[in-house]
């Protein structure tokens, strides 16, 4: 059975920086795609970032765009999103996702993904 683990969340000052991780176990974390979602109290979950099996193809909302990177070590069966230059209107808890299907491309659905961690809550302060 697939399970992630999400780190990295706290408090920041605006214009800070977090490195959120995501460590895959139970499967072939190699060949599947990836995404980063979040959940902002009394909203509905929203797609942030994708990352392909290969790492070769990422996908971003606008909103983060040019300040938020996904990227990820099959050698660690890890997959991080570096958000620079937060904002208050980041603050959210933060989900990794993954798709169970060998060799996935960049997904923004959240039906399109099998499996997700438990989340870790990323407050920003102004």
């Known amino acids: 059975q697939v399970q992630l683990v999400e780190s990295g969340g706290g408090l920041v000052q605006s214009g800070g920086s977090l490195r959120l991780s995501c460590v895959i176990s139970?499967?072939?974390?190699?060949?599947?795609?990836m995404g980063w979602f979040r959940q902002a109290p009394g909203k509905e979950r929203e797609f942030v970032a994708a990352i392909n099996w290969s790492g070769t193809s990422t996908d971003y909302t606008d909103a983060v765009e040019g300040r938020f990177t996904i990227s990820r070590d099959n050698a660690k069966n890890t997959v991080y999103l570096q958000m620079n230059n937060l904002k208050p209107e980041d603050t959210a808890v933060y989900y990794c996702?993954?798709?169970?299907?060998?060799?996935?491309?960049?997904?923004?659905?959240?039906?399109?993904?099998?499996?997700w961690g438990q989340g870790t809550q990323v407050t920003v302060s102004s």
């Open positions: 139970g499967g072939v974390f190699g060949i599947y795609a």
């Open positions: 996702a993954v798709r169970l299907y060998p060799r996935g491309t960049v997904y923004r659905m959240i039906d399109r993904y099998d499996s």
